[in-house]
């Protein structure tokens, strides 16, 4: 069964220049890209978007960080794409948990600057794909 994930490159991967490394990334494992935009993240929807960090000690930061310049945003499809997607990522920390020969574990080094978000359940999945392209 088919399913949906919302995928971001972050303002680190925009500014490296790493946008096209994660695109044929989900390109070769398979995915489709349903939506892909280029935008600037204004405060409210950075907000809703991470809500469930709300409180935390690295809110502010977080906020700081992903409206700092453009992001990539896409919806990539395909069988289990929830997973896979996350799987190509790595984990949260780009060092410590991340493997190499994923996204994080390739290219990053400090858990703010890990490059990609990728929605974590179906739930998240659903709730981030209307807020970023409510047209879809
Ligand atoms: P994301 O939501 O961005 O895909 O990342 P994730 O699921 O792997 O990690 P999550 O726990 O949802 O955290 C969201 C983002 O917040 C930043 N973070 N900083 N300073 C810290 O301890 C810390 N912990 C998390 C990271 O940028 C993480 O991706
Ligand atoms: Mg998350």
Known sequence: MSERTLVLVKPDGV???????????IERKGLKLVALELRQ???QLAEQHYAEHDGKPFFGSLLEFITSGPVV??????????????QLAG?????DKAAPGSIRGDYGLEVQYNLV?????????????KLWFPEL
């Open 41 to 43: 993240v204004e405060q």
């Open 91 to 95: 984990g949260t920390d780009p060092v």
């Open 117 to 129: 978000h990728g929605s974590d359940s179906a739930e998240s999945a659903e709730r981030e794909i």
């Open 73 to 86: 945003a896409a919806v990539v499809e395909g069988p289990r794409a929830i997973s896979a997607f996350r």
């Open 15 to 25: 500014e490296r220049g790493l946008v096209g490394e994660v695109i044929g990334r």
